[in-house]
């Protein structure tokens, strides 16, 4: 059964005769294999896909983009705090020994603990602006921290989002990307589009 808190979507990529490519949220892997093994209840379980719904096509949430590098200024207005800076490294470093899934569900339970505590986001905008000073402050960017602090930024300031795993097919790299109300808060570069979504979290607040 679903949670009332989380609602996950599947799918998975037909590659090349009877392969499938699809990702499994339990330890935050691809996994290539025949179709009929793929849909196979024993296989649903162990990937972690048990409690979500299958679908042939998972659509991209992502109706549009905030903001790119190239609608930005050439600097924020002030640096990003330091505890953000921070906890972007740790996520950054996360995905080695906690899968995505569980990182971002332990995340909703923290921005319910510090709801209010902070400056809120309750725009695009002021997502697109949290992110985008955070990565300027640190010189870099990367796709999978930046989904789950435009996660954590959402669900602090009481709105619902929803995480997406999308794979550049027939390889298997992968792109994480965040969606609040249809659109994507910061993109540095708008390449979401050429990933196929794969899996599906939303979360609510």
């Known amino acids: 059964m679903e949670s009332t808190a989380t609602t996950q979507l599947w799918s998975s990529i037909h590659v090349s005769e009877d392969l499938n490519l699809l990702y499994g949220p339990r330890l935050g892997r691809f996994y290539l294999l025949p179709y009929a093994r793929a849909l196979d209840p024993g296989f649903v379980r162990i990937a972690g896909l048990h409690q979500a719904r299958f679908c042939d096509a998972l659509p991209d949430p992502a ?3 905030g903001r790119t590098l190239e609608g930005s200024p050439t600097a924020p207005m002030a640096a990003a705090a330091l505890i953000h800076v921070l906890a972007y ?3 950054h470093v996360s995905r080695h020994v ?3 899934r569980l990182m971002a569900t332990l995340l909703r339970r923290i921005s319910r603990l510090r709801r209010g505590s902070l400056p809120q986001y ?3 905008a002021a997502l697109a602006e949290a ?4 990565e300027f402050s640190m010189g870099s960017g990367d796709c999978y921290p930046r989904a789950l602090m435009t996660a954590y930024f959402a669900l602090k300031s009481g709105q619902a989002c929803t995480i997406t795993v999308g ?7 992968m792109h994480v990307w ?3 109300d249809g659109v994507l808060p910061f993109e540095p570069l708008p390449e979401h589009y050429l990933y196929q979504p794969l899996w599906t979290l939303r979360l609510m607040p």
């Open 167 to 173: 794979a550049l097919t027939p390889t298997r790299k």
């Open 178 to 180: 965040c969606v609040v």
């Open 122 to 124: 309750a725009t695009h």
């Open 131 to 134: 992110l985008y000073t955070l």
């Open 89 to 91: 490294r740790l996520l």
């Open 63 to 65: 109706e549009q983009i």
């Open 98 to 100: 906690m899968p995505l």
